[in-house]
């Protein structure tokens, strides 16, 4: 049985950018996503915010510690590998706070 609720999916980036952090920022954020995939309402969570310029459409961030996590969250019933999911959250980055925006 699946632990979580959501259906994670990431950019093909992703992986490189986790494999740059130190073993403890990595640690927090793959500890930042586990909240995301268990949580009820991932846009209610603390440190989770829409963000609104236009070209961020549609995209949501996570904070951890100076990282940021930029996902979309995509409601609606999905069935994987005999499995049932609220929706998919995608991850499109990790990236430190000050190449985020």
Known sequence: MATHLWHLT?????????????????????HSIKELL???NPSAL???RKLLEKRHLGLWRK??????????????QIEHQNFVYKGMIHIVAVVHRSKAY
């Open 38 to 40: 268990e949580a009820e």
């Open 46 to 48: 603390t440190d989770v």
């Open 10 to 30: 990431f950019d093909e980036d992703v992986p490189d950018q986790l494999s740059e952090l130190g073993f403890r920022d990595r640690m927090a954020i793959f």
């Open 63 to 76: 904070r951890q510690g100076d990282y940021r996590i930029l996902f979309t969250i995509s409601a609606g």
